[in-house]
């Protein structure tokens, strides 16, 4: 595809995943750069696929827009001429991540989300990449120029294997949690530069130089300056603030309760903010309850199940609303936003010059770290490809932390990939969550157990 040009093909693979699909439906409807394009739906649950594409042949033809809508229950039907394949699917994550969890706290590993880091992550991998990878041996065949973006958790480690074993394709993982320019305007807000979101103009945006970079879910806030001000302190002071006022944000879920009395206690640790608080905090070992002394903060919630299923039930009622007309279509877009993914090939198709947040290899960014390291990173994004901006060093300790992390990932990519017991078992006890070998080993049999329907026959000969 030449950049510019206006009938880009967009597909996506997991299209009932509505985290994306929805906002995948608006950006292609209200892009002029997309818009005349193809959006191609893909989804193995027939009921779900007929449903999303119907709402995004509405949402076009009420638009007046020219977009094409395709759908299949077959990705190979579609991916021919593809430009762009995001992978968006889950198996039944709610679920799973329900088991990895409970599986893992009777074994003192407490995970709030389970789908990155510890034997969550680990089994959450061993669940899509099988599938993931098998969608990339189709790509390689169907259309091998397409830019294949990964949206699938735990995102590194997909996004590492996807580049390890083809890096023929163009490739790059995603994370919606530092969606550019959310992310830079909700920081000169918690700092007080900005009184409210009217304040951030491109103007104000240009006298703030702020760098994050770290492992997807586990990045910092390694510069924040404006006007050559440090007022990471100011940021860090919100934190504070909003810990001992309690207005800790989210629905007080697992994966948002104490999150900004944890963001602080970080900051005084390693002198720098954490981005993802509510993944990060799963990441350390001070909140798994392993200590001996009373703590200010308590141990980490546990990933609560049925709330998921309550709120992704609520979700697909929004959209039978607007499919069978209880709300007016018309109401669409204004009741959805943009999505990091697709605001990424608006800017690529377009040539906007734009600059993202992406999950890719290092290339001298963190100049302390190997070119190698698959890390969230302020990006120029094109057609011709992915530049990683410049850093400067991830300080100590942090990066320690880092490169555990990472250690962990690839081991678990490469035991997926080539099917390899010993290096999940390797995986498992480099995880910085694991700390008994016994323990580890029990939590594998018994996921792999418990699991057995969702993974792929090899672990099992």
Not at 133 to 142: E, F, G, P, R
Request: aromatic share 8%; glycine share 10%; proline share 5%.
């Amino acid at each position: 595809m030449e950049q510019g040009q206006a009938k880009p093909k967009v597909v996506v693979l997991g299209a009932g995943s509505l985290f994306f699909g929805r906002q995948s439906i608006w950006q292609m409807v209200q892009s002029p750069y997309l818009n005349n394009g193809t959006l191609a739906l893909v989804d193995t649950d027939e009921r779900r696929l007929a449903k999303l594409v119907k709402l995004a042949n509405m949402v076009a033809a009420d638009n007046g827009v020219k977009l094409r809508i395709e759908g299949s229950t077959e990705r190979k039907d579609v991916l021919p001429g593809a430009d762009f394949v995001v992978l968006s699917f889950a198996n039944q994550t709610v679920k799973y991540r329900g088991i990895d969890c409970a599986v893992s706290e009777r074994y003192g590993i407490r995970m709030c989300s389970g789908d990155t880091i510890g034997p969550g992550g680990i089994f959450r991998a061993m669940r899509e990449l099988p599938a993931i990878m098998a969608c990339v041996d189709d790509i390689k065949a169907l259309c091998p120029q397409a830019w294949v973006i990964n949206y699938i958790n735990p995102s590194a480690v997909n996004g590492m294997a996807i580049a390890r074993y083809a890096p023929e394709l163009k490739s790059f993982a995603l994370c919606d949690g530092l969606h550019m320019p959310h992310v830079k305007r909700n920081y000169l807000l918690r700092s007080g530069v900005i009184a409210d979101q009217a304040g951030y103009t491109p103007q104000v945006a240009d006298r703030f130089d702020f760098r994050i970079a770290g492992v997807n879910h586990f990045t910092w806030l390694l510069k924040a300056e404006y006007d050559g001000r440090d007022i990471a302190p100011l940021i860090a002071e919100s934190l504070r603030r909003a810990a001992e006022t309690g207005t800790d944000g989210g629905d007080k879920g697992a994966k948002s309760v104490h999150n900004d009395a944890i963001g602080y206690e970080l900051y005084r640790i390693y002198g720098y903010i954490p981005t993802c608080v509510a993944h990060t905090k799963e990441y350390m070992r001070f909140w798994q309850g392993l200590g001996k002394s009373e703590e200010t903060i308590p141990p980490l919630s546990i990933w609560e199940t049925e709330e998921r299923y309550k709120r992704h039930d609520g979700m697909w009622r929004e959209i039978d609303e607007f499919v069978d007309g209880r709300r007016p279509i018309g109401e669409y877009m204004q009741a959805y936003g943009p999505d990091h993914a697709t605001d990424i090939i608006e800017n690529m198709v377009g040539g906007l010059g734009k600059t993202f947040y992406l999950n890719t290899p290092n290339r001298g960014a963190v100049t302390n770290m190997g070119d190698d390291a698959f890390l969230e990173l302020m990006c120029e994004v094109t057609t011709d490809g992915v530049r990683p901006l410049p850093v400067g060093e991830m300080p100590r300790g942090i990066r320690g932390l880092q490169e555990q992390v990472l250690d962990t990932h690839m081991l678990t990519a490469e035991a997926v990939v080539e099917r390899s017991f010993a290096k999940l078992r390797r995986a498992m006890l480099t995880d910085p969550l694991v700390s008994s070998i016994g323990d580890a080993d029990r939590i594998i049999a018994e996921l792999l157990e418990q699991e057995r329907d969702a993974l792929p026959a090899y672990w099992y000969e």
